[in-house]
């Protein structure tokens, strides 16, 4: 998904469409996108919204928020379907490295339904083709609407600023949750994060090889507080509590095993945290340009 020359701030608009574009045609499986598909319009989507936040300067302020909202809730739309694979896939994994477990677990209802893949009907998969429809028509229209959008010749400095407002967002998101690591707060810095990731891309000429690994430490640095989410979403749909009274062992030792493995996860996503959007720390540094 990501193209083979580097866009600049030039190519917004066509890098833009290149993102609805795609999504359209990944939209086009039959009898409806797979989970892989799915996933791609998602990010394709997040990529969308992103470059549309760094041209906010250049739009209109109803313009921005009509084109801000409809690719948010086109994420929207599709992420119970996306986020249903993901949930079985990470139980799954859990379930592999912990199968003397997972046998204790045998009659729990709600352990077992993550982990079955869904029966879909005749009528589930109308539904399903009715989603997509309705996501296409979105796409079309904002692929039109782009059309008489001008982002020709963007001011680069005008960029540069609002690439800083997005690693100063993240920043404060990272403050916030380095000191109460949160679910909500964890979640709203990778979010913020992730936009500042997607945004990057379109200054990578002015030091590509510097972009190139911020990009790259972002990214991994993302997938690993995205993991940690994941679990934290199992976990809050098994609805376990501390000493409740229905809690059996076997239910103590999954909740146990979820929070080891999502400790390992922070403790990968803080170093390079730190690193990218410690407290004071400039984007001009951090790029290593002055503007």
């Not at 694979?85 to 993550?114: G, S, W």
């Not at 679910?183 to 945004?199: A, D």
């Amino acid at each position: 998904m990501t193209p083979k020359t580097p866009p600049e701030p030039k190519d917004l608009k066509t890098t833009m469409a290149g993102y609805l574009s795609g999504s359209l045609t990944l939209l086009t499986g039959r009898p409806v996108p797979d989970d892989p598909a799915i996933h791609d319009v998602r990010v394709l989507m997040k990529k969308h919204r992103a470059a549309i936040r760094l041209v906010r300067p250049l739009l209109d302020e109803e313009a921005y928020r009509r084109e801000y909202l409809a690719g948010r809730e086109t994420g929207r739309i599709l992420a119970l379907w996306r986020e249903s694979a993901v949930l079985r896939k990470t139980m799954k994994a859990l379930k592999k490295d912990n199968p003397e477990l997972f046998i204790k677990l045998h009659d729990n209802a709600t352990v077992q339904d993550l982990l079955r893949k869904p029966y879909s009907t005749w009528d589930q998969a109308g539904e399903m083709a009715k989603t997509v429809s309705g996501v296409n028509d979105r796409l079309k229209k904002a692929q039109y609407r782009l059309r008489f959008i001008s982002l020709n010749e963007p001011d680069l400095r005008l960029l540069l600023g609002e690439l800083g407002n997005s690693h100063t967002a993240a920043s404060a998101a990272y403050l916030a949750c380095r000191n109460k690591p949160s679910e909500p707060l964890l979640h709203k810095f990778r979010k913020k994060s992730k936009t500042f990731m997607y945004q990057l891309i379109f200054f990578r000429h002015l030091s590509p090889q510097t972009v190139r690994q911020l990009e790259k430490k972002l990214g991994t640095m993302t997938q690993n507080l995205g993991r940690y989410n994941d679990l934290a979403q199992i976990m809050t749909l098994t609805g376990y509590r501390l000493g409740a009274s229905g809690n059996t062992a076997a239910n103590d030792e999954l909740a146990v095993v979820i929070r080891d493995r999502q400790d390992r996860y922070l403790a990968k996503v803080w170093p390079v945290a730190y690193r990218i959007f410690a407290p004071g720390l400039k984007l001009q540094d951090l790029l290593g340009i002055s503007f």
